[in-house]
């Protein structure tokens, strides 16, 4: 205010409306001379869309706030997608590619792990990049075991999401069976003849034998 003769601090509040309801004070109260506070990552939002910040006189709290209306910044990454083009039991290959996230303008980096579910259940970090990047690599032969799903998480300079985008691991088996082979090759250390298998259940991404 344009006087602070009688102000001895401010009390700042999440709250449901511009009357206060249903507020909740962020941090503890602040001495007259400060103009700012940090509201932790990871806050909860609730129903809460404004910020109140009350002066407080050595006798009263005023009932008339100043206030700010907000907006979360959602910045989940979207539509995950994965092709495995790897053909071993228990191993991947090729590219994890995602969208941006929709308020992207907050994100410095996306962060990319495996975990054993859809909400980071003993997460492994995999690698992380820009956040002008949407996809990462994994080389032939990976060995993704025990992890069942892969997650993207955004990063801003003040926290990590803590919920991320999510995509469950669909591991391409395409293995032959029923390998036969018949010598028709009379001579001693030597072979000639035909070579038989079946066919692996699923071909889509089988290319050649």
């Known amino acids: 205010p344009s006087s602070l003769t009688r ?3 401010y009390c700042v509040y ?9 507020r ?8 007259a ?3 700012q506070v940090l509201l932790p990552a990871n806050t909860p939002r609730g129903d809460f869309v404004y910020f109140l910040v009350y002066a407080k006189s050595a006798l009263v709290e005023q009932t008339t706030p100043a206030h700010l209306d907000f907006y ?3 910045s989940l990454v979207r539509n995950l997608t994965f092709v495995d083009l790897d053909l071993d039991q228990d191993e991947i290959a090729g590219d994890l590619t995602w969208l941006a996230a929709e308020k992207a303008e907050k994100v410095d980096e996306y962060l990319v792990f495996f975990a054993t579910d859809a909400r980071g259940g ?3 970090q995999f690698m992380n990049v820009s956040a002008d990047v949407f996809y990462v690599t994994f080389p032939p032969n990976y060995i993704y075991s025990p992890y ?7 990063r801003s300079d003040l926290a990590e999401q803590s919920t991320p985008g999510h995509i469950r691991i669909s591991d391409a088996s395409a293995s032959v069976s029923n390998v036969s082979f018949v010598d028709a090759d009379v001579d001693s250390e030597e072979l000639g003849g035909q070579l038989f298998w079946e066919p692996p259940a699923v071909v889509d ?3 050649l034998y």
Request: hydrophobic share 35%; aromatic share 2%.
């Open 33 to 35: 001379g400060t103009n």
């Open 24 to 31: 909740s004070r962020v941090g503890s109260p602040l001495l």
């Open 72 to 74: 979360d910044e959602a």
């Open 122 to 124: 003993n997460r492994s």
């Open 205 to 207: 991404r089988v290319a």
């Open 7 to 9: 102000v001895e601090s």
């Open 14 to 22: 999440l709250a449901t409306s511009l009357h206060g309801e249903s």
């Open 148 to 154: 069942t799903h892969l997650l993207v998480y955004a």
